[in-house]
């Protein structure tokens, strides 16, 4: 009896030791201090071809996806470093696109320490789709890009989930930052198994990979293996 409770025990231990692997609170993060404080929001700029009504509504459906989406993978991951984790909309609305010049993009994502940009085109269809230029700047590793160009169709019954384009790119920016702020190891390597876990989900659903997921996918294998 004794001994069952003492290897009941010990598995209650290594079952909370797993759900917290992928936790960081702030203090284990010996990066960040002074002048280098973690980039966490992700501002939303106002989508090319959302001119008509019917197209605006759409992307208006998929705003409130990825502002779900978000929420769920803070959940998941529990990002205890970058407390104000999120979607940036000041007024509750997508910002206009100044941001068009790579120059631009360069300059505002280092003053207003962003996460990521997101911008992009809402194309008309059955379904509507998106097709995103998530700007991840100095955050890209082993990614040949400052930006990571991906599609999502916006399903009328889609329900927010963290298994799609957006959200591995969403991961593999966040395990790059916990790099940059010399979190614990652990913390990257969990973001970018969670990245991994995505990208073989869309291609096992889609047969493949479209846009810069690929080369997404290349990138997460190439920082694990770091």
């Known amino acids: 009896m004794r001994l069952s409770l003492e290897l009941a025990g010990l598995a209650a231990l290594a079952l909370a030791a797993c759900l917290g692997a992928g936790a960081a609170r702030a203090e284990q993060c010996a990066g960040i201090g002074g002048q280098v404080q ?10 090319a071809g959302t001119a008509d009504n019917d197209a605006k509504s759409h992307f ?8 779900g989406k978000l929420s769920m993978l803070a959940e998941e991951t529990r990002l205890d470093f970058l407390p104000d984790f999120g979607l940036y909309l000041p007024g509750g609305q997508p910002l206009p696109d100044t941001v068009q010049r790579q120059a631009d993009r360069d300059r505002y994502w280092d003053k207003t320490n962003a996460l990521q940009l997101l911008r992009g085109t809402v194309w008309p269809g059955q379904p509507y789709s998106v097709e995103s230029a998530i700007y991840i700047g100095g955050l890209r590793g082993s990614f040949p890009h400052t930006e990571v160009r991906v599609r999502l169709p916006i399903q009328p019954e889609e329900v927010p989930t963290t298994n799609d384009s957006h959200s591995a790119v969403t991961f593999f920016a966040l395990a790059m930052e916990a790099r940059r702020l010399k979190c614990d190891p652990a913390v990257s390597i969990h973001l970018l198994g969670k990245a991994r876990s ?7 659903r889609s047969g493949s990979l479209v846009g810069h997921l690929a080369e997404l996918e290349a990138a997460v294998e190439a920082e694990l293996k770091k």
């Open 38 to 47: 973690p980039r966490s929001h992700i501002p939303m700029f106002i989508y």
């Open 198 to 204: 995505v990208i073989k989900d869309i291609r096992r």
């Open 60 to 67: 208006e459906r998929f705003r409130s996806l990825i502002g």
